[in-house]
Each structure stands twice: as structure tokens, then as C-alpha cells.
């Protein structure tokens, strides 16, 4: 069954430094997103991409905050320069429409130190 | 602005039935969307609605009243592997762009 794969599954990071969250999506989707979830919260949005470009993206995706699409498979997204309160949770979900079932990759687990 | 209610926490036995309740109020509504996440994993899809009245699939159903902001989420014959986060989501698009915007979940512990 395809599914979205996301790398790596944990990473720890000192304070300032530049993180990638790299995922490959599901191959025939064509919307692609972020999502976070800290410790004992809720999931919420970060960003939606589609046909290359950004569609949406909420407060918390900030300037700090970037994706890209470098390739035909890979969707990442950047973090600048981490702060603490980046700690959480990042799953990358892939839909084949609006409207349809996002699939949510197993997520990697960002700790900023 | 998005506003999802659902109760936080719920205990059910083994074998029985459970309906979990949601609330919402948004602009933009496009479907309303139910996942199970377990802890430390991420949320795999249940169900979706986009029009009013009920979907079944398999032991669980799920249930839309877009006049009233209103979904739930029945689980039947319960099994102890079906402790889990149960969250609803609701599907807003506008713009060329779609998104989900989740509850808090409820946490549902079945007991034997």
C-alpha cells in the first residue's frame, strides 16, 4: 500500500541551527502539507503546497519557515534558525484532491536543545 | 475563525458501543474528517462526510448535520486495541487551497 514516508524519524538540534524535514509523498498525490503536534496537543496546520507552490500557510509558519519541492518526489520543509518552542511533532500528509483523505506520513520528532 | 469541540477524554468497555461527539463552527466547510491516532504515531484516516447523514465502514460509522455543526463518530463491538485519540477534523478550502483543521481529540480508553 503506498504511504508517505518521512526522514529522519528523530532529530535533536541545538538552538539556532537549520533543521530539514525531508518526506517523499504519496507518488500520483498532487496536494501536499505540514503539520505539527506538540507534546499533548492538538495537530495543527503549518502549510499547504500545490502545482509548485504554496497555497496556504498559517500563523505559525513564520519567515523562519520554508518548503520546497526540489525534485519530482521529495517535499521538505526548513527550519531556519530553531527555536525551543520548535519542539514537536512534524508530519507531512499528501491528498490526491481538495477535499479527499490526507495521508500522514510517521511523523519525525524535532527536539530543540 | 475555526472552532472545534470535542469532549477530551472518554472510557467505554470492551464489546460496547461508543459514539464520540464533535462541534464545529468555519467558513469555507468542505468535509469532515475523522482519524485515530495512537500515542506517539501519526493519525490514520477513518472517515469522511462532506453531505448530511451517515457512512458506515465496517465497525465504525460516522455522522454529519452540516445545519448544526454536528459529527460524530460511533464505534462498535469495541476492542482493547481501539484505545486511542479519536480526532475530527474539518476540511476548509477557499483560494485554491485545502486544509485540515483538527481538534484536540478525545482520548478513548476501552476497558475490559
Known amino acids: 500500500e503506498p504511504e508517505v514516508t518521512q526522514t529522519p524519524s528523530h532529530q535533536v538540534t541545538q538552538m539556532g541551527q537549520e533543521v530539514i524535514l525531508r518526506c517523499v509523498p504519496i507518488?500520483?498525490?498532487?496536494?501536499f502539507y505540514w503539520y505539527r503536534q506538540i507534546l499533548g496537543q492538538k495537530v495543527e496546520f503549518l502549510v499547504s503546497?500545490?502545482?509548485?507552490?504554496?497555497?496556504?500557510k498559517s500563523e505559525i509558519f513564520d519567515d523562519q519557515f520554508s518548503v520546497e519541492r526540489p525534485d519530482g518526489s521529495n517535499f521538505t520543509l526548513k527550519i531556519r534558525s530553531t527555536k525551543l518552542e520548535d519542539s514537536a511533532m512534524y508530519f507531512c500528509?499528501?491528498?490526491?484532491?481538495?477535499?479527499?483523505?490526507?495521508?500522514f506520513g510517521q511523523g519525525t520528532r524535532l527536539t530543540v536543545v | 475563525g475555526q472552532n472545534i469541540d470535542q469532549p477530551t477524554e472518554m472510557t467505554a468497555t470492551e464489546g460496547a458501543i461508543v459514539q464520540i461527539n464533535c462541534t464545529y463552527q468555519?467558513?469555507?466547510?468542505?468535509?469532515l474528517f475523522w482519524y485515530q491516532q495512537h500515542a506517539g504515531e501519526a493519525p490514520t484516516f477513518l472517515s469522511y462526510?462532506?453531505?448530511?447523514g451517515l457512512e458506515e465502514k465496517g465497525r465504525f460509522s460516522s455522522f454529519l448535520s452540516r445545519s448544526k455543526g454536528y459529527s460524530y463518530l460511533l464505534l462498535k463491538e469495541l476492542q482493547m486495541k481501539d484505545s486511542a485519540s479519536y480526532l475530527c477534523?474539518?476540511?476548509?478550502?477557499?483560494?485554491?487551497?485545502?486544509?485540515?483543521?483538527f481538534g484536540k481529540g478525545t482520548k478513548l480508553s476501552v476497558i475490559p
Open positions: 462526510n462532506v453531505l448530511d
Open positions: 477534523a474539518v476540511g476548509r478550502s477557499g483560494a485554491g487551497s485545502y486544509q485540515l483543521t
Open positions: 507518488s500520483n498525490h498532487l496536494y
Open positions: 503546497f500545490y502545482n509548485n507552490e504554496i497555497s496556504e
Open positions: 468555519t467558513s469555507g466547510f468542505n468535509g
Open positions: 500528509a499528501s491528498s490526491a484532491g481538495d477535499g479527499t483523505e490526507a495521508f
